[in-house]
C-alpha cells in the first residue's frame, strides 16, 4: 500500500514518515534534498560549515516570471524556503563534520565540536572534497590539477557606470548573457535580477597563455593578449578595462573523476559529491539561450 503523501507530486505532513534524514552541506543540491526530504514528512536536520548570506529580493519579477539568478541568490532562497518550513538548519564554523559513521540500524555525523547526530539516512553534499567521499565512496578526494584556470566575480551593473563603449554588453533582453571562445580562451558575461547584476567568467588554458604571453596571466585585462583574431577584441578589452575587481577571484578548475561511475552501495549513506564547471557561474530558472559569439 503507497504511503500518503510519497508520490513525486505530494507532500506529507511534517515528520509524519518516522524516517530521519541527515543532509550535509547546504548548497543548491543540499538544500533541495532537505526540502524534498522534508516535503515527503521525513524529520531533516542539515548542516554547514559556512554561514548561508541571505539577499533581499527586490528584482521586480512576479511569480512565474522567467529569469536569470546567480547562484549564490538561488542558494539563498532555498535556504530562506527551508527556514519557512522549519527545518533544522545549523550552519558555522561549529556545524562542521569532523566524520561520518554508519551500522546496520542507522547512519550519522559527528561535528568538529564534539556533538554526534543519529538518522536513518545521511546524504552528503559537502562537496568534491567531503569526507564523505571515504565512507560512501570507499575512497578520498581524488582532485586532478588541470591546465585550466578561471577569473571570474559578480557585480552590481551600476558599477559600470554610463560609459557608452561598454553599453553593448547589455544589448538584448534585460537579462542576457553572451559567451565568447576561442583557442585557449573562454569568456562568458550575464546580467541577471532585471538587468540590476552581472557576473563574469573567464576560463583559460595556461599552457597557451604561457605560450601567447610568455608567463600566466597576473590579472583579468591580459586575457585580451589571447584574443588574437577575435573580431571582438577591441569590445572586450573595453568591458574588462571597467568590471570591478574588488571581488575578482582567480583560482585552478580542478577535475575529480568517479571512477567506474557512481557505484550504487547497499548501506544508507548516499553521495550527491558535485562537479561543478566553475565557468557556469549562473543557474537559468526559465531556459534562454545563450548567444555564441567570437
Not at 549564490?72 to 524556503?81: D, V, Y
Not at 597557451?208 to 572586450?236: S, T
Request: glycine share 10%; with cysteine.
Amino acid at each position: 500500500m503507497a504511503i500518503s503523501g510519497s508520490g513525486p507530486s505530494e507532500v506529507a505532513p511534517p515528520n509524519s514518515s518516522g524516517i530521519k534524514v541527515i543532509v550535509v552541506g547546504l548548497g543548491m543540491g543540499g538544500l533541495a534534498a532537505a526540502i524534498e526530504c522534508h516535503q515527503k514528512g521525513h524529520t531533516v536536520s542539515a548542516f554547514d560549515k559556512v554561514d548561508v548570506r541571505t539577499f533581499v529580493h527586490k528584482t521586480g519579477y512576479q511569480r512565474n516570471d522567467g529569469y536569470w539568478a546567480l547562484r549564490s541568490r538561488l542558494a539563498s532562497t532555498f535556504f530562506e524556503h527551508a527556514q519557512t518550513l522549519g527545518i533544522d538548519l545549523s550552519v558555522g564554523p561549529d556545524a562542521a563534520v569532523a566524520h561520518y559513521w554508519e551500522s546496520h540500524d542507522e547512519a550519522g555525523i559527528e561535528t568538529v565540536s564534539g556533538d554526534r547526530f543519529t538518522a536513518d539516512c545521511v546524504i552528503c553534499c559537502n562537496g568534491i572534497n567531503s569526507t564523505g567521499r571515504q565512507s560512501i565512496l570507499g575512497e578520498d578526494s581524488a582532485v586532478i590539477l588541470t591546465s585550466q584556470y578561471v577569473f571570474r566575480t559578480s557585480f552590481q551593473t551600476a558599477e559600470l557606470g554610463d560609459i557608452p563603449e561598454i553599453k553593448w554588453i547589455m544589448e538584448g533582453t534585460t537579462d542576457s548573457g553572451k559567451v565568447f571562445m576561442g583557442p585557449g580562451l573562454e569568456i562568458g558575461f550575464a546580467s541577471f535580477a532585471n538587468g540590476q547584476e552581472m557576473a563574469m567568467a573567464a576560463m583559460y588554458n595556461v599552457d597557451y597563455a604561457r605560450e601567447k604571453l610568455g608567463r600566466p596571466p597576473d590579472n583579468v585585462h591580459d586575457l585580451v593578449g589571447l584574443m588574437e583574431g577575435w573580431g571582438v577584441q577591441g569590445k572586450l578589452r573595453n568591458m574588462l578595462k571597467h568590471v570591478p575587481n574588488n571581488k575578482m577571484v582567480h583560482h585552478s578548475h580542478p577535475e575529480v573523476p568517479c571512477p567506474g561511475g557512481c557505484p550504487q552501495r547497499k548501506g544508507r549513506s548516499l553521495s550527491a559529491t558535485q562537479h561543478t564547471l566553475s565557468f557556469l557561474l549562473l543557474a537559468k530558472v526559465l531556459a534562454k539561450p545563450l548567444k555564441m559569439q567570437r
